[in-house]
């Protein structure tokens, strides 16, 4: 990645979006609990890993899918915004299948969705990302997979869910969760497709 490219399109992304005066809620949080990475993160690092997930470079077309936007701030359990940590998504396309060559579901491939993206958090912890909600897929509720890396803790890997989901009650992973680290996990998106995800990131 270039750091410099990246925080760039970051800022410029975030320009009148609606939670940008949101300030953080200081004192002690909960911490966003691990779960497990599952078997399709990336086994290459594709060419485009923006924080647009809807449109790869150099293709005309966009992801199929119900354009979402997550934005949320990286804090640690004090409250306080880590900034540069490194924020990476990856997940299933509109159909429910993922990009990978571990990838055994029979469901479409679309070659207009980015599948994986990362960014950087800015000063005040703030990361955002666009991408698609991803399809069910066998065995699991629509989630996105997350992690967070910095150069002082031991990185987060996570998974992110979509509240009313029918399936969300019979998922092994999010079941795995207590009611209060389920509720810190799971995110409603309002009508125009915009949900928050802090993740609160503990320390070494
Ligand atoms: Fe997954």
Redesign the pocket.
Known sequence: MNPDVTRREFNLSLAGTFLLAATPALGAAMPTPAQTR?P?YPAQRPPDSDFDLTRIEGRAGRARGDVIDIVGRVLDLDGRPVERALVQIW??NEAGR?DHPRERSSALADPDFQGFGEVASAADGLYRFRTIKPGAYAG?TS?I?FMVLTAERPALVT?MYFAGEKLNPSDPVLRGLSEAQRRSVTVAFDSNGQGRFDIVFAGA
């Open positions: 599952g399709f997940q299933a993922y699991r989630h997979h998974q």
